[in-house]
């Protein structure tokens, strides 16, 4: 069993309009990858996003008086404030400068995984631009692997990360937030370990897991490497989305 | 940028005492890897665990009063719960069936990690037999890598994993619980991105990436592919530990 990421070079900047799925395409043609039944594509949540011009302009947001005091209390850009709130469904803890939350797409995350970071120095001088997630990273997932399958004439997965902190350990770690193709969670429950007893530990994180493979040979800073191609992920593709991933709150101790 | 994943077929089922660089020399052989300056060994906690004679008979744990208190609580073996206890610094949570500590190492997990499965079927009839953690896991890998460096005259990592659960999300994924000649954590702060701009992600949970991406290539039932061979981690090797995985309690907002 092996798994090999090959992290894609040669996408250029993505602007909102870009065609995600002809940039992936001819990265891969770049990199000497020929598409093969049960490969992953898995891409960061920047391109997605900044293709789908998901950029806002701060200096158009008008913030609410709740977003000003909670600005005020964690010392946060109101206007910033402002746009996590109405990317969220509730506030689960905030500290100096943070905010976690449930975001409206359901998983835990902090400052709803609104981006400064590369989106500056794009724009005109006089916007202060930063980047929301994707509408509907499942549907966004599920677009881009039909152009894909079209045009590669197989079976595939695409899966899109994003980069999140966790509670309890340090360091952020790729995560899913849309997928389309691929399990989202693997249900092991049934199957016999080695002695032919029960598995205890039922369900495994596999897209997670990937997301994380993934990450570590996106890198942080590269956007230059925004995709990656995976092939040998061990598991059965099916049809899967992201709310496999999400667990019920009220079976939730951590809320 | 490429991070190729193997599972080392051919490791016998491991014994208390059993020679785990030996065995995996000989798998990395068998499956035609020669070693390179940079490799990372990961290797499930089963297998060093048990290497390590950590398996406890349940038939001769005698529970406290507040084991027993809490196992009628929880539903739960008392023999069991008095081992978690054990082998933890305190209970953050509980739930039919299951304990969240904060294990002896300082990570959160459910039950200690004690695993039921897997070493069913070991021992005499009489026994009833589980498996704690590695006593010092970064000391075990440490030990484990010396040996592997030694045979192979080059620089690698070694990373010791175990499946966890999660807050808010479904599913486990494998995490770093002991590493050796990686880094846990890596620290991009300063690095600048695309555009010259300072990063806002600083830190990346590098080591719990990898741990990630190798249980997926081993799977779970799979005692038989209880090593990954990991070549391209994307980061330089230094001397790493766990410990730099830990967010200190004080800055935890969900304990």
């Given at each position: 069993?092996t798994?090999?990421?090959?992290a894609?070079?040669?996408?250029?900047?993505?602007k909102?309009?870009?065609?995600?799925?002809?940039?992936?395409?001819?990265?891969?043609?770049?990199?000497?990858?020929?598409?093969?039944?049960?490969?992953?594509?898995?891409?960061?949540?920047?391109?997605?996003?900044?293709?789908?011009g998901?950029?806002?302009?701060?200096?158009?947001?008008?913030?609410?008086?709740?977003?000003?005091?909670?600005?005020?209390?964690?010392?946060?850009?109101?206007?910033?404030?402002?746009?996590?709130l109405?990317?969220?469904?509730?506030?689960?803890?905030?500290?100096?400068?943070?905010?976690?939350?449930?975001h409206?797409?359901?998983?835990?995350?902090?400052?709803?995984?609104?981006?400064?970071?590369?989106?500056?120095?794009?724009?005109?001088?006089?916007?202060?631009?930063?980047?929301?997630?994707?509408?509907?990273?499942?549907?966004s997932a599920?677009?881009?692997?039909?152009?894909?399958?079209?045009?590669?004439?197989?079976?595939?997965?695409?899966?899109?990360?994003?980069?999140?902190?966790?509670?309890?350990?340090?360091?952020?770690?790729?995560?899913?937030?849309?997928?389309?193709?691929?399990?989202?969670?693997?249900?092991?429950?049934?199957?016999?370990?080695?002695?032919?007893?029960?598995?205890?530990?039922?369900?495994?994180?596999?897209?997670?897991?990937?997301?994380?493979?993934?990450?570590?040979?996106?890198?942080?800073a590269?956007?230059?490497?925004p995709?990656?191609?995976?092939?040998?992920?061990?598991?059965?593709?099916?049809?899967?989305?992201?709310?496999?991933?999400?667990?019920?709150?009220?079976?939730?101790?951590?809320?």
């Amino acid at each position: 069993m092996t798994l090999t990421l090959t992290a894609l070079h040669g996408i250029p900047l993505v602007k909102p309009g870009d065609d995600l799925a002809e940039m992936i395409l001819r990265a891969l043609q770049q990199n000497n990858l020929a598409l093969q039944d049960g490969d992953v594509l898995v891409v960061a949540q920047k391109i997605v996003s900044k293709g789908e011009g998901r950029l806002v302009n701060l200096a158009q947001v008008k913030p609410s008086p709740r977003a000003i005091a909670l600005a005020s209390a964690i010392d946060k850009d109101a206007r910033l404030v402002e746009l996590i709130l109405r990317e969220s469904r509730c506030v689960l803890r905030t500290r100096p400068g943070t905010i976690i939350v449930e975001h409206r797409l359901g998983f835990v995350c902090a400052n709803a995984g609104i981006d400064h970071s590369n989106v500056a120095g794009e724009g005109t001088p006089q916007e202060e631009l930063v980047l929301l997630l994707p509408e509907d990273p499942d549907r966004s997932a599920e677009e881009l692997r039909q152009r894909l399958e079209a045009a590669a004439g197989c079976r595939l997965g695409v899966l899109i990360i994003d980069s999140h902190g966790r509670a309890w350990r340090m360091g952020t770690v790729g995560m899913a937030i849309g997928l389309s193709g691929l399990p989202g969670l693997v249900d092991l429950r049934g199957q016999p370990d080695l002695f032919g007893y029960q598995l205890r530990i039922t369900q495994v994180g596999a897209a997670d897991e990937l997301a994380a493979a993934a990450s570590l040979v996106m890198g942080q800073a590269a956007e230059a490497t925004p995709a990656v191609h995976a092939r040998g992920f061990p598991y059965a593709l099916r049809e899967g989305c992201l709310a496999e991933l999400l667990r019920p709150k009220e079976q939730d101790l951590f809320r």
